[in-house]
C-alpha cells in the first residue's frame, strides 16, 4: 500500500512495507508478560522515525525497567502523574500526539480505559488524547473470555478504539489459546493499514448511519414464513465501521443472527424487526435524521395476502398461497429524500439470469433504484450468505463502476464505508 496523510506536523506515511513513520506516538505499557514485546515494538517505532513517548503502569516497569523504555525511545520515561507536575504532563502529550497505543493491554487496564478510570499517568493521558488509540489485549484466555472483559472491549470498539487481536497462542505458562499479544511486526502492518480517517480521528462523527440488514420473513401463518438466506452479518460489519469512525449508527435487523448482534459495539443502535412491512416503516422513520442510508436487507418482495392466524393442517390437496408485492423501499427511500443531502445506497445480490451476467443485472438496477451507490455481489450456493469472502462492485446511479471492494466481510465493510465517509464529505471539509 502507497499513501500519505497529514499529520500534525508531518506526514504519515504507508510505504510499500507497511511502515508508519514521522509521526508523535504515545506508547502505553501496562503491566503483562508480554511487556518485552511491546520493547521490540518501540525500537521498530523508533527506527522507523516516529518520536515515542513512552507511560508504562507501574505493574510494566516490574516487568520492564525505567531504563530499558528510556534508552529506546531516546526520551525520559514517568509512570507518575506528579512527575513535571508544572507542564501538566498527560494534557500535553495526550494533545500532541497522532497515535496512542496500549501494547499490552492488560484486562484491568482495558476495564479502567472503558470506564474512564483515571489513576495513573497513562490512564490520565489516555482521557487526554484526541489522536487515533489502537490497544493490543494480552492475557489468559478466561481473563479475554470473561463476559466482564468483553464488555468492556465492546465499551472501547463503540467509542472507534481499534482493537488489535489477541491472537491464539502460547500463553505465559504452559496452555495456550486466545489471549496471546499480536506480534509487534503485525501491530505495525495493522496501524500502517488504518484507513484515513482513522489515523485523522473519526470521519463519521456527528453524523448518522441508518443501515438495515438480515432477511425480512413474511408469515404464511403463525409457524411458517416465507424467507430467505441472509445472515445479516455484512449489514452488522457496516454498522460496526460506521460506529468505529465514531457515526451514530442505527442498524434495523431483520431476523439477524443473535451472534452477529451480540458481536456488534454497544453504540451500535438494534431495532429488531421481522417483516418488510415493519421493516420499511423503521426506515423511514429513521432516515428523517440520517446521513448515510443503506439498504442491505434482504428484502422478501411478496407476502402472502392473509397470514391465517392458526397453523395451517396437513391435507391431501394442492394449496395456493397469494402472495401481494411488497413495497420498494430503496425506491422510495431515493426518491423521497426524507433529508437534504442525504446519501442513500443499495445492495443488489445477483446470480445472473437469462443471458445476462450479475452485472449486467446490478447496472440495470442501479438505474432503477435511483440510489446514490449500489453494491452488486454475485450470489448462489457458496456464494455470497453468510462468513465468507466477497466482492462488491460499487456502481452509481447511472450504473458506471465507480469501486470495487473485495475480502472478508469485515474488509469490505470497512473499505465501503471509508468511501461512504470520503464521499459525503469533500476531503476539505473532513472534521
Ligand atoms: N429492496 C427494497 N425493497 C424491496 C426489495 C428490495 O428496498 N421490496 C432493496 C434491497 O434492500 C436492496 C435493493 O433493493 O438494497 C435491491 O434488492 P434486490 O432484491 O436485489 O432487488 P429487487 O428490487 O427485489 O429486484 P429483483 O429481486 O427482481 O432482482
Redesign the pocket.
Known sequence: MTGTVSGKDSPLIMDNVHTVTGKRIILGVSGGIAAYKAAVLLRRLTEAGNRVTVIPTDAALRMVGKATWEALSGNSVSADVFDGADRVNHVRLGQEADLCLVVPATADTIAKMAHGIADNLLLTTLLSVSCPVAVAPAMHTQMWNNPATRHNIDLLRGRGTVILGPVSGRLTGRDSGPGRMMEPEEIIRRISALPDGKIHGADLRGKTVLI?GGGTREPIDPVRFIGNRSSGRMAAELARSAALRGGKTILVSANTEAEILRSLPGSVRNVPVQT?AEL?REMQKYAACADIVI???????YRTQCAGDAKIKRGKDPITLTLV?????????AENRRREKQLV??????TGSAGKDFLQ?GRE?AR??K?DF?AVNLVGEEQGFGPVKTELFLLDREGREKTRFSGEKSTVARDMMEFLAENLYPAENRP
Not at 295 to 301: E, G, Q, S
Open positions: 438495515s418488510a420499511a439498504m442491505a436487507a434482504a428484502v422478501c418482495d408485492p411488497n413495497p420498494d423501499i430503496l425506491l422510495d427511500l445506497v443499495g445492495f443488489a445480490a445477483e443485472l438496477k432503477r433504484k440510489a449500489l
